[in-house]
């Protein structure tokens, strides 16, 4: 935003003697019409720590430095006033970023006067807020729109996940692509209206693909405002959560399905009814808009509600303890119903219980039979007890995450479909065997002590994270909520556990974690270098050193190059991994090609004091190749085993025919590679010491490109250990006919 300055007179001012008030708060310059500078006030000399007026013409070019300012002062003599911004450098060398007003006048000062409001840390705190906008659209979906809804700008996660082509970013518009819910309690034209007013609105939102199919997106649209505060653009920064958007929609399905088999009500954690299905309402005699919103207490005798004993219920639910029993209620006008119920918490991903929902079936006539004592109708309702069990373990079947009952030594007495498959077991298979057995080192999940307070009720429910080893040997990571549990028909059961697959978070963690150490270490190394030298620079270019001076610029040079090799990375990986890469294959010599490869790498190898030597080579072999791509792969080969080898080590380049196929080979003297680390080591943002305080530099995506171009060529890559030191990493790509 420009700022408000005052008008000046036109007309000379020589008899003028009273002192101006404005130069008292304002930094005025007075300047001659060909721009030399004549006269600063007070506090323009302190802005700039010097009076810039006592230089020569020469030297006030030097300390200005910014060709605008000349075209600015050129422009004066069109129009009375002009206004711009330009930098100076202050009496320590720093830029000052300075809006400056031009206006022509004529006083014994000088012909222009030249009015400046230093705007530097305005400046540093826009560049701020942009770069963190950049690092944001590295992980998130950004896209700008104009304030008719008109795409104006997006990234490539953006572009992705809604399907759209480059060559239609005009076209699109967020109207076209919108569903009518997208904004939930208000239409879009309202909601587009209130961001153009000014106001962020936030949540989650469904899309419409173009080729199909629902897109939901987490995140907020934010109105963006130009220099004068009127809004200009709208903003939308967010994440792609269709994938669990869908499996909560599933989940629901199967909620849907328990509910047409059996009387389901859902509770707030402090016992209000939330919902309730058809079979609840009519067992109970209610409407819904009768129940809901009441507490549960209204289907519970009042002599039993009063109780310590049904606070405690709920406390024990509120803590995420499964609960089942059978249960004397009350439906409308007093009717007595007897109920088989389970009350089953429902955890957040983190762990913690949102909400419950009871399933219930009716036992009232068995519960009759009973108080009649009528032999007939007792077996009757023993077999209504069996069939209410075989009710409870059908529920846990088709649990969307994995359960299982326990008996005292916590062996597996019955489990469902999904801890099989999270499990990799069968069900047959998991009823043999402990819930220790999934958990290495096979150690007991329950302690002797946590048995005895679960037991005593003084835990009501044991909750943690876990290592499970799958049946093929594979890893993931489970959370467990152990509670315990008796079963009216079955005295053997002693515990129920809930086993909730959190692999994906936590490898997600991981990632993050890894990525951050890596990048942090990586960027900040180069940095140093840079801001060290460039604060020593001064000192040699003082005294006359020229040596010193070009030592230190060499310095922030090579840290610059390396800086800019991290970023190319980056962004090449990201590139690679959503195949924006166009390929130019054709038939190419390979001897050529290996020898232009090691001519590349060797300074890069005399720095490490490693050398290249390649292996004998057909020089009439062909290989189908993109002839640059290729470089690039045995740049990053050549250049790894440089890395990892010790002083004085060769590094071995060869290639020969091998079934049709060109293998190519790059053998070092290292330490080789962990057989642990092989699933691993062509992943992004692995090394096999991915620890910030590593020796060996990198971002860890050096191999993940080189996959990537490898298999986009046709080919296929991998490594081996040699037998008595170091490592070989083979590249087969298809031979081309002469």
């Known amino acids: 935003m420009r700022a408000n300055f005052p008008d000046y007179p036109q007309q000379r001012q020589e008899d003028s003697c009273a002192p101006d008030p404005s130069e008292e708060f304002l930094a005025l310059a007075w300047l001659s019409d060909d721009g030399n500078i004549l006269e600063t006030n007070e506090v323009f000399q302190k802005m700039l720590g010097k009076d810039i007026s006592k230089l020569s013409r020469a030297e006030q070019a030097k300390a ?7 075209e600015l002062l050129n422009g004066i003599s069109r129009v009375p006033t002009a206004q711009s911004e330009i930098q100076l450098r202050n009496s320590d060398g720093l830029v000052l970023w300075l809006q400056v007003s031009l206006v022509s006048q004529v006083s014994l000062k000088g012909d222009i006067l030249m009015v400046a409001q230093d705007i530097t840390d305005t400046r540093r705190k ?14 998130r979906l950004v896209a700008e729109m104009d304030l008719s809804g008109r795409l104006v700008s997006a990234n490539g996660h953006f572009k992705k996940a809604v399907g759209l082509p480059d060559d239609r970013l005009e076209e699109f518009l967020l109207n076209n692509m919108t569903t009518e819910n997208f904004f939930e309690d208000i239409t879009c034209e309202e909601a587009w209206r209130k961001l153009c007013l000014g106001a962020t609105i936030s949540g989650d ?5 173009e080729s199909g199919g629902d897109l939901w997106l987490r995140g907020s649209f934010d109105p963006v405002a130009c220099d004068d505060d009127r809004i200009g653009t709208i903003l939308f920064m967010g994440q792609d959560i269709t994938r669990a958007t869908q499996e909560k929609i599933d989940q629901d399905g199967q909620m849907r399905a328990l509910s047409r088999a059996q009387a389901v009500v859902e509770f707030a954690l402090d016992g209000t009814v939330l919902t309730a299905n058809s079979n609840f309402l009519d067992l109970f005699d209610y409407e819904l808009g009768q129940v809901q919103g009441q507490h549960h207490r209204m289907f519970v005798p009042p002599e039993d509600a009063a109780t310590a004993a049904y606070v405690e219920f709920w406390n024990r639910l509120g803590q995420g303890e499964f609960q089942t029993a059978e249960f004397k209620r009350i439906g409308r006008n007093g009717k007595e119903i007897w109920i088989h119920a389970s009350y089953n918490p429902i955890f957040d991903p983190f762990g913690h219980p949102i909400k419950i929902v009871k399933f219930a079936s009716d036992i009232t006539n068995r519960k009759n039979a009973e108080t009649l004592g009528i032999r007939a109708q007792v077996e009757s309702a023993k077999e209504a007890m069996r069939e209410t069990e075989a ?10 995450v994995g359960m299982a009952l326990l008996d005292e030594d916590c062996r597996m007495l019955h489990v469902n479909a999904a801890l099989a498959q999270f499990s990799g077991y069968s069900v047959e298979e998991l009823l043999s065997m402990r819930l220790a057995d999934l958990i290495p080192p096979a150690r007991r999940v329950i302690s002797e002590a946590q048995r005895d307070l679960l037991k005593t009720g003084q835990m009501k429910l044991i909750q943690m994270e876990r290592r499970v080893l799958r049946k093929d040997g594979t890893e993931g990571y489970a959370l467990l909520h152990i509670s315990e549990q008796r079963s009216a ?37 180069p940095l140093t270098s840079i801001q060290g030298a460039l604060k020593l620079l001064p000192l040699p270019i003082a005294k006359g050193d020229q040596a010193g001076a070009q030592k230190l610029l060499d310095i922030a040079s090579k840290n610059g190059d390396r800086l800019m090799r991290l970023v190319s990375d980056l962004l090449e990986a990201e590139k690679f991994s959503s195949a924006d890469m166009p390929l130019s294959l054709g038939a190419e010599k390979v001897l050529p090609q290996l020898e232009h490869a090691i001519q590349m790498n060797t300074p890069y190898g005399e720095q490490l004091d490693v050398s290249f030597l390649l292996d004998e080579v057909d020089a009439d072999l062909m290989i189908r ?6 470089q690039q792969v045995m740049s990053n080969l050549l250049s790894n085993a440089a890395k990892f080898s010790p002083k004085g080590a060769v590094v071995r380049l060869g290639c020969e025919e091998r079934e049709g196929m060109i293998l190519v080979t790059v053998s070092d003297q290292g330490c080789g590679i962990p057989e642990s680390f092989r699933e691993k080591i062509f992943e992004p943002f692995t090394q096999v010491d991915n620890s910030a305080t590593r020796h060996v530099g990198g971002t860890g995506l050096g191999l993940n490109i080189t996959r990537l171009l490898v298999e986009r060529m046709d080919g ?22 002469s």
Not at 64 to 70: C, L, R, S
Not at 496 to 517: L, P
């Open 205 to 209: 939102f469904r899309f419409h693909r």
């Open 126 to 139: 826009n560049r701020a807020a942009h770069w963190k906008l950049e690092a944001l659209s590295q992980t």
């Open 391 to 400: 009710q409870f373990r059908a529920t846990i079947d088709v649990a969307p």
């Open 716 to 737: 296929s890559i991998g490594f081996e250990n040699l037998a008595l030191r170091g490592c070989q990493f083979w590249v087969m790509l298809p031979k081309a006919l």
């Open 64 to 70: 200005i430095g910014d060709p605008g300012f000349y």
């Open 489 to 525: 028909n079955s005295e053997r059961i002693e515990f129920i556990v809930q086993i909730q697959d959190i692999t994906e978070r936590r490898m997600m963690d991981q990632i993050k974690s890894d990525f951050v150490a890596t990048v942090s270490h990586e960027l900040r190394t």
């Open 625 to 630: 190749i993109d002839p640059a791509r290729f």
